[in-house]
């Protein structure tokens, strides 16, 4: 399902490929997926949520707000209309996320 690289795995899952992640899971079936990204310093801080059949939109420059700058700041890659769903500030910490065993919750733990 993914590949690793030197400083950057990109997870490829059927024809979407998803760029700089730390780890992924399939959510309840294989139409979505759950993934963590790095910051700087190679922590993983971000979960999202990405749905395969989705396409990405095209952003309008003019109407970016001051927020999705921060956050193209923060991974510096398109993310498209994969949902942020958990952001760990701290950088004392690390996020990890997995799915339950009846596979029903994603769990996340810092």
Known sequence: MCRGGSRVTDCCCCSTQV??????FWGRDTTEIFY???DQAQRPFKLW???LSQ???ATNSAQTSEVEEK???????ERGDDTLLYTEADERFYLSAYKSLDHRWVNTFV
Not at 19 to 24: H, K, M, Q, R
């Open 71 to 77: 956050q193209k700041e923060d991974s510096e890659i």
């Open 55 to 57: 396409e990405p939109k």
């Open 49 to 51: 949520h990405h749905r």
């Open 19 to 24: 760029p700089a992640v730390n780890s992924a």
């Open 36 to 38: 963590t990204t790095f």
